[in-house]
Nanobody
Framework: QVQLVESGGGLVQPGGSLRLSCAAS????????MSWYRQAPGKERELVAG???????NYADSVKGRFTISRDNAKNTVYLQMNSLKPEDTAVYYC??????WGKGTLVTVSS
């Protein structure tokens, strides 16, 4: 059974940092690309960042230079380091595998 469990969200002030984690199980993690998405209130879910099996990365233009996606295959975990956070980064962040599998999400709120 595939499980994706996100953690690390919370309330942070503008300019602050958070690191999200997604612990994966139920499949051979090292063989697959992984992605982070987010959904802000009243908006559609959007791709934030992706990482291939070779750790090649891609980012939404809105987060380039501020967010970093990484993976630890030994821990079956994908991370999202978020720096210089802005209020517009407020959203529920979801881990994704193969487009159809999602975690329950972790809420990130950027506010003073």
């Amino acid at each position: 059974q595939v499980q994706l469990v996100e953690s690390g969200g919370g309330l942070v002030q503008p300019g602050g940092s958070l690191r999200l984690s997604c612990a994966a199980s139920g499949f051979t993690f090292s063989l697959y690309a992984m992605s982070w998405y987010r959904q802000a209130p009243g908006k559609e879910r959007e791709l934030v960042a992706g990482i291939t099996t070779a750790s090649r990365t891609n980012y939404a233009d809105s987060v380039k230079g501020r967010f970093t996606i990484s993976r630890d295959n030994a821990k079956n975990t994908v991370y999202l380091q978020m720096n210089s956070l802005k209020p517009e980064d407020t959203a529920v962040y979801y881990c994704n595998w193969l487009s159809n599998y999602w975690g329950k999400g972790t809420l990130v709120t950027v506010s003073s």
